[in-house]
């Protein structure tokens, strides 16, 4: 079988190389493994432009869950072509590393060369957003202000500590912009709108009973983000796991969200800076991918 194994040396500062290569070195006893480190963007999709004329069988993603991310709306962008026993694997190196969470891996190199090496991979639908695509979530608005804050220097230095200083700013100073907000012949104004196709949100605590594999797409709707909703919003996620239980909140299963703002809107996806737009659509797509699981 034949591999391809991208490390992004920019998850986790590099200090994963040691566990990277230990698996790389199981990998290869009975596997062809072409092994690639980068460092930059356009590094990465050099790599991918090649990606259709070298005919692999797995691709094996070792970063964070913004690495994924990447790598998937790049093969996408390059026409690959998905066979239908295509797979991507993951070896977690980031920061919050959901995606570990969804296929219930752990750490440790034997177990994650076993899921690599073996045939076992589950089909997730993809989530579109304008023109690109998403597999764990979306979000417009307030937590994708302390994204785009966040340095990448120093998100390597200080690694999930960032989040919550930087989330404690945006706390004190909370100052969000209303967004308009369609979908279904329904209109609102919000002032943050999470879109999920996971359980699991900053880091792994579950704000619903959905995962990667069900063909469903939720929408949290924050009409007025006060500190006291967005308290109560994190003990529900914390000590209940049901965001919909916030009354303030509007909880749809949509396929067709459309989001405005008089100003640019700041988008995440996957965890990663998406940039900033004045008009966002996210929808389900019919585009899927196969991950190797447990």
């Not at 969470?101 to 993809?126: G, R």
């Not at 998100?155 to 279904?184: A, C, E, H, P, R």
């Not at 924050?222 to 919909?244: A, E, P, V």
Request: one cysteine or more; hydrophobic letters at 40%.
């Amino acid at each position: 079988m034949l591999y391809c194994l991208i490390y992004n040396l920019n998850s986790s500062s590099g200090k994963k190389s040691k566990f990277i290569n230990r698996v790389l070195f199981k990998l290869k006893k009975k596997n062809s493994v072409d092994y690639f480190e980068t460092k930059t963007i356009n590094q990465a999709r050099e790599i991918f432009r090649d990606f259709n004329q070298k005919n692999y069988d797995r691709l094996i993603v070792a970063g964070g869950d913004g690495s994924v991310s990447f790598a998937i709306n790049e093969l996408i962008k390059n026409n690959f072509n998905f066979k239908d026993d295509f797979a991507i694997g993951y070896i977690p190196a980031g920061t919050a590393n959901l995606l570990q969470a969804e296929l219930s891996m752990n750490k440790k190199v034997d177990d994650i060369v076993d899921v690599l090496v073996s045939n076992n991979y589950k089909t997730s639908n993809l989530l579109k957003i304008n023109e690109s695509f998403f597999f764990l979530m979306a979000g417009i608005g307030w937590d994708a202000k302390i994204v785009h804050s966040i340095n990448s220097k120093i998100k390597k230095l200080l690694g999930k500590i960032i989040f919550v200083i930087k989330g404690f700013q945006y706390f004190l100073f909370m100052n969000n912009k209303k967004l308009s907000v369609t979908f279904d012949g329904q209109f609102y104004k919000a002032e943050w709108i999470l879109s999920s196709n996971t359980k699991y949100y900053a880091g792994h605590y579950k704000i619903n009973k959905t995962n990667i594999f069900e063909d469903k797409l939720v929408t949290y709707i924050f009409r007025d983000l006060t500190r006291t909703n967005l308290l109560y919003s994190i003990f529900l996620i914390i000590f209940n796991g049901d965001l919909s239980k916030n009354k303030n909140v509007i909880t749809t299963y949509s396929q067709n969200i459309t989001i405005e703002g008089n100003d640019l809107i700041p988008v995440q996806i996957d965890g990663d800076n998406f940039g900033s737009y004045k008009k966002i659509h996210l929808s389900k797509s019919n585009k899927k991918i196969n991950f190797l699981v447990k």
